[in-house]
């Protein structure tokens, strides 16, 4: 694909001596939710990691193959500029053991931003895009860890967020909170798929079918098969996936 | 208590769900709760008993201080020179000698002993290598202090040619005190969750801002808890300064670490052994001294950590 935003071809990735990821090629265009779904242990979360190399924080994990952004190898990144332009949300909310405003600003501030008022704003509008400001606004000195799960879950986004990240992974982000944050999640990142890619891997096939625009079906460390959601779901080509979607496994 | 299976039943027994058995008068349910609570009230005797056994000798040694080292402090005692052959006069010179001693043990453990922790916990991985310096480091902690005191008089004094001096007796107990620090402070990091690394990782932050702003804020409670307990160590101990830096009779104050001084522990040595005729309360005296030394380090680090631990953050 030519607008492709995230290119993967040929992915392979072990864990100690057992290969997880079996040759995965995929292209993720600009804009929009690419879903992807998968039970259990079909390497989706380590997909995900080759994205921002943090594969390689995993003790003896390692993986082959090429994964480019904008058309870049992401090898060439420096590792710490490819975090920031991908982002990662990870399935169980961290606040970090700081004010909710230094959680959201201790990014910017690592790589030197330190104008109150730039970094004011970044916060504000960093906390508004995950839909939390409002609740938090008054408080922005209590710490982010007294937060409720779902609020520290946004204020997790709201993070993510402030390195203003061309790509937005979102791993399993509402396993662990309410139903009513988790459509607030929803709707928040329909909003943004307008400014950045977002990949969102899930469990709930009704969540992936609600907000992704694509959706690929990964099993065992392999695609079995991608497209637009509504195509995937209604009419999927592979019998695998047919079964997947009617609940007949995983 | 009485547990004869036909006994008759506390009267606050629950009673089971009646099952088969209970048709025959003993319901086998209620005598298992009466063995349970038996069970229960022997284990709290015995950990009672284990407590008290441990709490008693040092409560005892603590009494024993106290009622006969009192009767000696005076601000004479605790502010003066000792005089004729330290059978009269003050201590003064072994307190400041102490503090001295243990002053030069911190300024070089803690910034060793603190790094090469973050370095063990935070960046050498799990290897055969780190597993061995890990290995070595235990068991530096269980090497005697006398051996430590030799390895000083070896290194210190005659091979960096310190001459036994504050510097050479500081070094000593630093060495002696170094595993521990880098053991607690490990321990410190390594209960920082992982999970506050992951999601710092995550956001493009190195690894030692993330050490620096995330992980080492929140060890600091554990690791100044190490450090302390391990200066009141540096303060008690006699026989790493035996060779190395403390001085048997030396009634003038130290004015550099070039200088040799005396020591509280080694003065209490010093005078129980030393010196006969002399009046106990003084023994007893210094004694008390170097123990409610070593007791001020140990409260200064309970409210240190009792104040970092109210503003813990997670």
Same mark, same amino acid.
């Given at each position: 694909?030519?607008?492709?935003?995230?290119?993967?071809? $040929?992915?392979?990735?072990?864990?100690?001596?057992?290969?997880?990821?079996?040759?995965?090629?995929?292209?993720?265009?600009?804009?929009?939710?690419?879903?992807?779904?998968?039970?259990?242990?079909?390497?989706?979360?380590?997909?995900?990691?080759?994205?921002?190399?943090?594969?390689?924080?995993?003790?003896?994990?390692?993986?082959?193959?090429?994964?480019? /952004?904008?058309?870049?190898?992401?090898?060439?990144?420096?590792?710490?500029?490819?975090?920031?332009?991908?982002? %990662?949300?990870?399935?169980?909310?961290?606040?970090?053991?700081?004010?909710?405003?230094?959680?959201?600003?201790?990014?910017?501030?690592?790589?030197?931003?330190?104008?109150?008022?730039?970094?004011?704003?970044?916060?504000?509008?960093?906390?508004?895009?995950?839909?939390?400001?409002?609740?938090?606004?008054?408080?922005?000195?209590?710490?982010?860890?007294?937060?409720?799960?779902?609020?520290?879950?946004? /204020?997790?986004?709201?993070?993510?967020?402030?390195?203003?990240?061309?790509?937005?992974?979102?791993?399993?982000?509402?396993?662990?909170?309410?139903?009513?944050?988790?459509?607030?999640?929803?709707?928040?990142?329909?909003?943004?798929?307008?400014?950045?890619?977002?990949?969102?891997?899930? $469990?709930?096939?009704?969540? #992936?079918?609600?907000?992704?625009?694509?959706?690929?079906?990964?099993?065992?460390?392999?695609?079995?098969?991608?497209?637009?959601?509504?195509?995937?779901?209604?009419?999927?080509?592979?019998?695998?996936?047919?079964?997947?979607?009617?609940?007949?496994?995983? | %208590?009485?547990?004869?299976?036909?006994?008759?039943?506390?009267?606050?027994?629950?009673?089971?769900?009646?099952?088969?058995?209970?048709?025959?008068?003993?319901?086998?349910?209620?005598?298992?709760?009466?063995?349970?609570?038996?069970?229960?009230?022997?284990?709290?005797?015995?950990?009672?008993?284990?407590?008290?056994?441990?709490?008693?000798?040092?409560?005892?040694?603590?009494?024993?201080?106290?009622?006969?080292?009192?009767?000696?402090?005076?601000?004479?005692?605790?502010?003066?020179?000792?005089?004729?052959?330290?059978?009269?006069?003050?201590?003064?010179?072994?307190?400041?000698?102490?503090?001295?001693?243990?002053?030069?043990?911190?300024?070089?453990?803690?910034?060793?002993?603190?790094?090469?922790?973050?370095?063990?916990?935070?960046?050498?991985?799990?290897?055969?290598?780190?597993?061995?310096?890990?290995?070595?480091?235990?068991?530096?902690?269980?090497?005697?202090?006398?051996?430590?005191?030799?390895?000083?008089?070896?290194?210190?004094?005659?091979?960096?040619?310190?001459?036994?001096?504050?510097?050479?007796?500081?070094?000593?107990?630093?060495? %002696?005190?170094?595993?521990?620090?880098?053991?607690?402070?490990?321990?410190?990091?390594?209960?920082?969750?992982?999970?506050?690394?992951?999601?710092?990782?995550?956001?493009?932050?190195?690894?030692?801002?993330?050490?620096?702003?995330?992980? /080492?804020?929140?060890?600091?409670?554990?690791?100044?808890?190490?450090?302390?307990?391990?200066?009141?160590?540096?303060?008690?101990?006699?026989?790493?300064?035996?060779?190395?830096?403390?001085?048997?009779?030396?009634?003038?104050?130290?004015?550099?670490?070039?200088?040799?001084?005396?020591?509280?522990?080694?003065?209490?040595?010093?005078?129980?052994?030393?010196?006969?005729?002399?009046?106990?309360?003084?023994?007893?005296?210094? #004694?008390?001294?170097?123990?409610?030394?070593?007791?001020?380090?140990?409260?200064?680090?309970?409210?240190?950590?009792?104040?970092?631990?109210?503003?813990?953050?997670?």
């Amino acid at each position: 694909m030519s607008d492709a935003h995230i290119s993967v071809r $040929n992915l392979r990735a072990s864990h100690g001596p057992k290969e997880v990821l079996h040759g995965l090629s995929l292209s993720i265009p600009r804009g929009g939710i690419y879903g992807i779904i998968g039970p259990a242990g079909s390497a989706k979360t380590t997909f995900l990691t080759c994205l921002n190399r943090t594969l390689q924080l995993v003790p003896r994990a390692s993986s082959v193959g090429e994964v480019s /952004l904008n058309g870049i190898p992401v090898s060439n990144f420096e590792i710490n500029d490819l975090r920031r332009r991908v982002a %990662m949300v990870l399935p169980l909310p961290v606040g970090l053991p700081m004010s909710i405003y230094d959680n959201v600003a201790f990014a910017p501030r690592m790589v030197g931003m330190h104008n109150k008022g730039e970094l004011d704003a970044l916060v504000e509008r960093c906390l508004t895009q995950a839909a939390l400001w409002d609740e938090v606004k008054d408080r922005l000195d209590q710490l982010g860890t007294k937060l409720s799960g779902g609020q520290q879950q946004r /204020l997790t986004l709201a993070r993510a967020l402030s390195t203003e990240p061309e790509v937005l992974c979102l791993d399993e982000f509402s396993i662990a909170i309410d139903p009513v944050t988790t459509m607030r999640i929803e709707s928040v990142l329909v909003e943004l798929k307008s400014e950045m890619t977002i990949v969102l891997v899930t $469990n709930l096939l009704a969540q #992936a079918r609600r907000i992704a625009d694509r959706t690929a079906f990964f099993l065992n460390g392999n695609l079995v098969e991608e497209g637009p959601t509504e195509e995937l779901f209604v009419a999927p080509t592979d019998p695998r996936t047919h079964d997947y979607i009617h609940g007949k496994f995983g | %208590m009485d547990t004869h299976p036909e006994a008759p039943l506390q009267p606050n027994a629950v009673p089971a769900p009646s099952s088969g058995s209970a048709a025959d008068g003993v319901n086998p349910a209620d005598a298992h709760l009466g063995t349970r609570r038996r069970t229960e009230s022997v284990a709290s005797l015995v950990l009672l008993t284990a407590t008290l056994m441990a709490a008693l000798p040092a409560l005892g040694i603590l009494g024993l201080l106290i009622i006969r080292g009192a009767p000696a402090l005076s601000f004479e005692f605790l502010f003066t020179m000792p005089l004729q052959g330290m059978t009269a006069g003050g201590i003064l010179p072994a307190i400041v000698g102490t503090l001295w001693l243990v002053g030069v043990s911190l300024l070089f453990a803690v910034p060793v002993g603190v790094l090469a922790g973050v370095y063990l916990s935070e960046y050498a991985g799990e290897s055969r290598l780190s597993r061995i310096v890990d290995l070595a480091i235990v068991n530096l902690a269980g090497v005697p202090s006398i051996v430590h005191a030799l390895f000083g008089l070896g290194a210190f004094v005659l091979f960096f040619r310190f001459g036994t001096s504050i510097l050479a007796g500081g070094l000593t107990l630093g060495v %002696m005190t170094l595993p521990v620090i880098i053991t607690s402070t490990k321990a410190a990091l390594q209960s920082v969750p992982q999970s506050f690394r992951l999601a710092s990782w995550n956001l493009g932050i190195t690894r030692w801002q993330t050490i620096r702003h995330v992980v /080492l804020p929140n060890a600091l409670p554990g690791i100044l808890t190490g450090i302390i307990l391990q200066v009141s160590r540096a303060a008690g101990e006699t026989a790493p300064v035996l060779f190395t830096g403390a001085a048997f009779y030396l009634p003038v104050l130290p004015d550099s670490v070039f200088s040799q001084s005396m020591a509280l522990s080694m003065h209490v040595f010093a005078l129980v052994t030393q010196v006969p005729g002399l009046p106990d309360s003084m023994k007893y005296g210094t #004694a008390l001294v170097l123990v409610g030394t070593v007791v001020l380090f140990n409260s200064f680090a309970i409210a240190l950590r009792f104040y970092l631990r109210r503003h813990r953050k997670w």
